[in-house]
């Protein structure tokens, strides 16, 4: 069992940034990628950064050069450094771990963020 604790989102204006954190406990051993989801009203939940035991990250194509995922093992956080944000990256955010054995997804509860224009 791994439980995901999401912080860090807020209101910012456009071209501003925040930094969303989560904390993960429980088998933290298990986890093989963290990764965050957003999900904006209306839209499908999408993949926006992922990163694997070993440090290997992934980005979706329309954050790429914008925010930056990273972890710190010693805290078990992942963090998703997120900066000129634009009015299309306002969404709730969700923090994930995939883990094995299982092949078990876990997701924390989210974190709002609200960009304006």
């Known amino acids: 069992q791994v439980h995901l604790v999401e912080s860090g989102g807020g209101l910012v204006q456009a071209g501003g940034s925040l930094r969303l954190s989560c904390a993960a406990s429980?088998?933290?051993?298990?986890?093989?990628?963290m990764g965050w989801y957003r999900q904006a009203p209306g839209n499908q939940r999408e993949l926006v950064a992922s990163?694997?035991?070993?440090?290997?990250?992934n980005y979706a194509d329309s954050v790429k050069g914008r925010f930056t995922i990273s972890r710190d093992n010693a805290k078990n956080t992942v963090y998703l450094q997120m900066n000129s944000l634009k009015p299309e990256d306002a969404a709730n955010y969700y923090c994930?771990?995939?883990?094995?054995?299982?092949?078990?997804?876990?997701w924390g509860t989210g974190t709002l963020v609200t960009v304006s224009s």
């Open positions: 429980g088998s933290i051993s298990s986890i093989i990628v």
């Open positions: 994930n771990a995939f883990v094995v054995p299982g092949h078990m997804y876990y």
């Open positions: 990163i694997t035991s070993v440090g290997n990250t």
